[in-house]
């Protein structure tokens, strides 16, 4: 049996968010409402996807994850984000790595995405990221009509229109981002 979410607008729950979440939609000037943008509080100990999913009823399609990446060029590190539908992976070593112009891209050290991004490992998500970094979206997220990210913490998650994700400072849509994940 599935338990249900009980969605608010994040605006008026902003304690339910990592600080800078919380930050970035107390300055939400996206062409999306601000109210549209909601949250529900949810079992920390339900937070990765697979088991969020099927503890809250939701489809993996409805769901997105964002993960981040250090690409890497001439002993440079860059850091940036790639959100995309739970039923593909990011294309890391191909698409993202050239968009980048890195030599080599691969996931960040679980403690560098936490200390860099101020949010906690398993809520990561696109809203909040620091000033500067890429936020790559597949194009299938972004026409998404709502999808469900990480609010920054393991004990809630945003429910958030695709088009509000798109506009978010250093974000770029791409094609083809996320690749199908083909079952075991």
Do not use: Q
């Not at 009823?57 to 002993?75: H, Y």
């Not at 984000?81 to 993202?96: E, G, K, P, Q, Y």
């Not at 949010?119 to 299938?140: F, R, T």
């Amino acid at each position: 049996m599935t338990e249900p979410l009980r969605f608010a607008p994040a605006i008026d729950h902003l304690d339910l968010l990592a600080e800078p979440v919380a930050a970035a939609i107390a300055a939400w000037k996206g062409s999306v409402p601000v109210e549209e943008l909601a949250v529900a509080e949810i079992d920390p100990a339900a937070a990765d996807t697979a088991e969020f999913c099927a503890r809250y009823g939701i489809g993996l399609d409805e769901s997105a994850n964002c993960v981040i990446i250090a690409a890497k060029r001439g002993g440079e590190i860059r850091l940036a984000a790639c959100l995309v539908l739970a039923t593909t992976r990011a294309d890391v070593n191909n698409l993202v790595r050239r968009h980048l112009g890195a030599r080599k891209a691969s996931f960040a050290p679980m403690d560098v995405a936490v200390r860099e991004t101020g949010m906690e490992y398993g809520g990561i998500g696109p809203i909040g990221l620091p000033d500067g970094w890429p936020i790559l979206i597949d194009a299938a997220v972004a026409a998404a009509p709502r999808v469900i990210v990480g609010s920054g913490v393991r004990r809630s998650k945003l429910l958030v229109p695709g088009r509000a994700l798109a506009d978010l400072p250093g974000a770029e849509v791409l094609e083809g981002l996320g690749v199908p994940v083909t079952p075991s």
